[in-house]
C-alpha cells in the first residue's frame, strides 16, 4: 500500500482565492481526519470523518473551511476564501475504527502559504 | 495548562547520548501514541501504547497509567535521530469514538 497520499505537497496561493487540498486514505481504513499545524498551535484536529460521515467539525475554524468525503477512497479539505493565517501544514490521517482506536496513519502533509 | 505537556521542549545530544523525551497528561486516555517528525517531513507513528514496555530497534517507550506519564528513550543516538517528537493521547469521548490530543513536541538535535 502506497499509505495516505496527499496533494499537493506544496501550495502557494494569494490572499481571497480558493484552495482544495485531497487526501487518498489507505484502502480499508474507514476513519479519515484532518490536522493542522501551525508553530504557535502545534497540531489541531479540524475534522473527522467515520465511514464517509463527518463525525466530528467542531476544530473547523470557520465557515470558509469545508470538508467532503465523497467516497472512501478521497476526502478534500476547501479553504475559500483564503487568507494568510491559514498559512500551515495540513496532514491528512487514516486509521480503521471509530475515531482511530486502532493506529494511524498519516499522510505526508501540504504545505500552505498563502500570500 | 495544556492537557498534554512534553518535557524538554529542545534537547541536543551528541551522537551515542541515552536519551530520554517524557509526556505527561492529565486525562483519562485509552492509549498513548509517539509520533516522529523530520524536518519537512511527515509524521510517522513510533508507537502506540496503552501498558508497559514496547521496543523497537534502539527505541524504547513505556507508560505508567497510574501516574499519567509516557517516557520515549533513545538508545545510541544518532544524527539521523534528529526530529521532533510528540507525544499524543487517545481520548475517549461517548458520541464521536476517539480522538487525539497532541503535545508540543521535543525537538531533538543530535550532533556528530
Known amino acids: 500500500d502506497a499509505g495516505v497520499i496527499q496533494s499537493p505537497r506544496h501550495e502557494v496561493t494569494e490572499m481571497g482565492q480558493e484552495v482544495t487540498l485531497r487526501c487518498k486514505p489507505i484502502?480499508?481504513?474507514?476513519?479519515l481526519f484532518w490536522y493542522r499545524q501551525t508553530m504557535m498551535r502545534g497540531l489541531e484536529l479540524l475534522i473527522y470523518?467515520?465511514?464517509?460521515?463527518?463525525?466530528?467539525d467542531s476544530g473547523m475554524p470557520e465557515d470558509r473551511f469545508s470538508a467532503k468525503m465523497p467516497n472512501a477512497s478521497f476526502s478534500t479539505l476547501k479553504i475559500q476564501p483564503s487568507e494568510p493565517r491559514d498559512s500551515a501544514v495540513y496532514f491528512c490521517?487514516?486509521?480503521f475504527g471509530l475515531g482511530g482506536a486502532y493506529g494511524y496513519t498519516f499522510g505526508s502533509g501540504t504545505r500552505l502559504t498563502v500570500v | 495548562k495544556n492537557e498534554v505537556e512534553q518535557s524538554p521542549q529542545n534537547l541536543t545530544a551528541q551522537e551515542g547520548e541515552f536519551i530520554t523525551i517524557n509526556c505527561s497528561y492529565s486525562?483519562?486516555?485509552?492509549?498513548l501514541h509517539w509520533l516522529q517528525q523530520h524536518p519537512g517531513g511527515g509524521i510517522v507513528s513510533l508507537f502506540m501504547?496503552?501498558?508497559g514496555k514496547k521496543k523497537h530497534g534502539r527505541l524504547i517507550a513505556t507508560i505508567n497509567i497510574q501516574e499519567k506519564h509516557s517516557s520515549l528513550h533513545i538508545t545510541a543516538s544518532h544524527p539521523r535521530d534528529s526530529a521532533v517528537y510528540i507525544c499524543?493521547?487517545?481520548?475517549?469521548?461517548?458520541?464521536?469514538?476517539?480522538?487525539?490530543?497532541f503535545g508540543e513536541g521535543t525537538q531533538l538535535t543530535v550532533n556528530p
Open positions: 490521517a487514516s486509521s
Open positions: 484502502s480499508g481504513h474507514n476513519s
Open positions: 470523518f467515520n465511514n464517509n460521515v463527518p463525525i466530528d
Open positions: 486525562v483519562g486516555i485509552s492509549a
Open positions: 501504547l496503552s501498558s
Open positions: 499524543a493521547v487517545l481520548r475517549e469521548f461517548e458520541t464521536s469514538g476517539s480522538r487525539l490530543t
